[in-house]
């Protein structure tokens, strides 16, 4: 059965950084395609950050330069490294294949960018 479990979201500050990350069971993390997607109220889920399985990384153009998406393939854990967050950052951050496969979401860690 496979499980992605989501953690390292809260509450931040504008300008502020977070980690995220994506540890993996019953799947391997190095031979997918991985991506981090978010949600915010009111608007449809969105992709990122995706890293390929040779550990090419392609970002939305809301997050480019300021979001890093990684992967410890030791861990089985694909990471999200988020700075100078700002309040538009303000989702519940998934992680998936890309493309997602349906059955995989999981709950997801909610991140805050607020003063």
């Known amino acids: 059965q496979v499980q992605y479990v989501e953690s390292g979201g809260g509450l931040v500050q504008p300008g502020g950084s977070l980690r995220l990350s994506c540890a993996a069971s019953?799947?391997?993390?190095?031979?997918?395609?991985m991506g981090w997607y978010r949600q915010a109220p009111g608007k449809q889920r969105e992709l990122v950050a995706s890293?390929?399985?040779?550990?090419?990384?392609s970002y939305a153009d809301s997050v480019q330069g300021r979001f890093t998406i990684s992967r410890d393939n030791a861990r089985n854990t694909v990471y999200l490294r988020m700075n100078s967050l700002k309040p538009e950052d303000t989702a519940v951050y998934y992680c998936n294949r890309d493309p997602p496969v349906p059955y995989y979401w999981g709950q997801g860690t909610q991140v805050t960018v607020s003063s």
């Open positions: 019953g799947s391997t993390v190095r031979l997918y395609v």
């Open positions: 890293i390929t399985t040779r550990d090419s990384t």
